[in-house]
């Protein structure tokens, strides 16, 4: 199956944008080809790693999921170039060869992600979601600032602060899908 946009209806239509405009971003900072596989983590129904496949069809994905979905077969079928990764994400210490990528790893799962891209030195790009304000500590946070940047992103500031700690370069960045919606973009080269 191919991701025709024109075939595309509903939620696929977009997340398919979503994964286009993530893509475009991405490739500003990290190179991407058909030589360098990706981890697409959380990866809920595969858009990503599938429209990866669509730019780069000799290329590779590994897909990570607690669970498999039926519109995520529907969108493999066909396809041979991927693994599907059965896996709690809390619990990896490791994860396959490739560039980590992951859009809307819900609320703390980002920060999995950000560990693991750490921790195995290699590239990864994240788009995150799921911001709650129990995720930053009241005391050090006043709330003007707080006010001032607005929760999102007031948290992937943070972030992206404490990967540059890390000794990582980091480049926060956001996509904007329509007038109102903006989403946040964690890019580690
Ligand atoms: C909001 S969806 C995002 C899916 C997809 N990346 C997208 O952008 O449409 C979050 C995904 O994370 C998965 N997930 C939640 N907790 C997880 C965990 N602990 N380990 C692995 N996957 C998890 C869910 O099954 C779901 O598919």
């Given amino acids: 199956m191919t991701l ?10 977009r997340d398919y944008e979503k994964v286009r405009l993530f893509f475009g971003e991405v490739a500003k900072h990290i190179p991407l080809s058909a030589d360098t596989p990706i981890v697409d ?6 858009m990503l790693g599938f429209y990866f496949l669509e730019l780069y069809p000799e290329g590779y994905v590994h897909f990570y999921d607690q669970q498999q979905t039926e519109r ?11 693994t599907f990764h059965q896996e709690d994400i809390n619990t990896l210490t490791q994860t396959e060869e490739g560039i980590l990528l992951s859009i809307h790893a819900c609320y703390i799962l980002t920060d999995k992600v950000i560990e693991l891209g750490l921790q195995e030195h290699k590239p990864f790009a994240i788009m995150p979601c799921c911001h ?19 929760l999102a ?13 890390q000794g990582r370069s980091c480049t926060l960045t956001e996509i904007k899908r329509n007038r109102k919606k903006k ?5 580690v080269p």
């Fill in 4 to 13: 025709d946009q024109r075939l595309l209806t509903g939620k696929d239509r």
């Fill in 132 to 150: 709650r304000r129990e995720m930053i500590q009241q005391c050090e946070t006043p709330p003007h600032v707080l006010h001032t940047y607005g």
């Fill in 41 to 46: 983590l959380c990866c809920g129904n595969g």
């Fill in 153 to 165: 992103d007031y948290i992937d500031i943070t972030r992206a602060n404490a990967i540059r700690d």
């Fill in 183 to 187: 989403n946040n973009l964690i890019i």
């Fill in 72 to 82: 995520f077969r529907e969108l493999a079928e066909g396809k041979t170039n991927y």
